[in-house]
């Protein structure tokens, strides 16, 4: 057996004795670096909260003008409503046959939103008409009768006036004749001594007492003529007499038939007034908000019959929408008539209406604690809605200049009053950028509730130190005050 080849080498084993230590310093330095890797987070944090100043910070907030009203100024909800509005009704109960209007309708003052059945007074209607053209044809035949009445007066008075001429012609030529008569008996009377005297003969005489007795007949005549014109002229008076009793009692049928038209004009606008009232028009400009009957039901003005309504259609002008607020009494003081507000629709939170304070109500509410107000629309437009909900902002915040509606609503960010620092009187605030400080200086509003509008300097999404201490400098590092 050969016992050499079990001898062990000792050589070798020296050698690896002698690396030992260098293997040894390798490893322990790659643990030591596996556990300082490992460590490096929990070895930061505690270098820097050794090393760093804790703050505290909060993210400035972009928002809306209905948010930022609350910081800056007096501000309120409310709703619009219309301070003229208008629930129409016929004036007559009646069927409705027509309806001209729908929600939404816009409208002119006096034009037809509904119809009600107006056959029976439209035929009222041309019957009072009818009659009417009866009245006038009649006065006009009263007209006429009085024209003539009066021709035949002129003639009798005409004849009238001839009776007394021929009266007076007959008492002339009674005069005449008794004057002949007269002459007559004296030549008669001179002819009869003369003859008794035996001076003149009997023819003489007989001559006198012919001319005596052709007078005594002349005037026999006369005297008959003079009774019989008399007579005439007494007629023909009593026709004039008569022919004005006929005048008179034809102008008295004129003005009958005259008040007969008054009273026929009249029957015709009351049975027009009534077919008018069967249309329902609008009584001022605006838009119909709400049809309450249709057609075929029966509407009624007290609304007191089974199945009846009282109004056909509600509308409201446009132009007096106004926004009604139910103010606290602790922040009346704030707010007077005639005072500026701006306005902001739920619907429409961006855009900005300008407004004024037109009414305060002189009564408060106990229950609630508030005071009725009425702010108007200085340009109100077709978005304005009644009922809508609505903010009023009476201090709005400045807007800058030259920005939109919509620039203005959106440049509105808000921050805790805490992060503002006045540095040479002027606002500024630090800004954390990952974990270093930017002293930012900013222009701000008013401050309410701890937290105050900034109006430019802030974007919106920024961190910004809360109470930051005195010694913080812009560009210094800082750590984030853990929340616990």
Known sequence: MDLASLKIDREPRKRSDRRFP?????????????????????????????????????????????????????????????????????????????????????????????????????????????????????????????????????????????????????????????????????????????????????????????????????????????????????????????????????????????AQVAIGAADVDQARALLSKTEVRAPFDGIVVLKDAEVGEVVSPNSQGAGSRGSVVTMVDRRSLEVQIDLPETTLEQVSTGDTAAIYLDAYPTHRYEGRVARIWPTANRQKGTVELRVTFNAPDDRIRPEMGARIVFSPPARPEGASDEEAARSVVVVADAAVVRIDGRPHVFVLERDRLRLQPVSIGKARGGRVTVASGLRGDERVVLDPANDLEDGMRVRVKETP
């Open 22 to 258: 260098v293997v040894k310093w390798l490893v322990i330095l790659a643990v030591l670096a596996g556990l300082g890797y490992a460590l490096r987070v929990p070895l930061r944090r505690l270098f820097e909260r050794v090393a760093l100043p804790e703050v505290s910070v909060a993210r400035a907030s972009k928002t809306n003008p209905l948010t930022a009203s609350a910081v800056s100024g007096t501000a309120a909800n409310g709703y619009v409503v219309a301070s003229r509005r208008a629930a129409l009704s016929a004036d007559i109960s009646g069927r409705i046959v027509s309806m001209d209007v729908s929600e939404g309708s816009i409208v002119k003052k006096g034009q037809v939103v509904a119809r009600l059945f107006a056959e029976d007074y439209a035929a009222a209607v041309a019957s009072a008409e009818a009659r009417q053209i009866a009245i006038h044809s009649s006065v006009a035949r009263a007209r006429s009768q009085v024209v003539e009445q009066r021709a035949i007066l002129g003639t009798l008075r005409a004849n009238v006036q001839a009776a007394k001429a021929r009266i007076d012609a007959a008492r002339a030529r009674v005069n005449d004749a008794t004057e002949r008569l007269n002459l007559a008996v004296i030549e008669y009377n001179r002819a009869k001594v003369l003859v008794d005297q035996e001076t003149e003969t009997i023819a003489v005489l007989d001559t006198a007492n012919s001319e005596r007795l052709r007078a005594k007949a002349s005037l026999r005549a006369g005297n008959a003529q003079l009774a019989t014109e008399d007579a005439n002229a007494q007629f023909a008076a009593a026709a004039v007499t008569r022919g004005e009793a006929a005048v008179e009692v034809a102008l008295r049928a004129v003005a009958e038939a005259r």
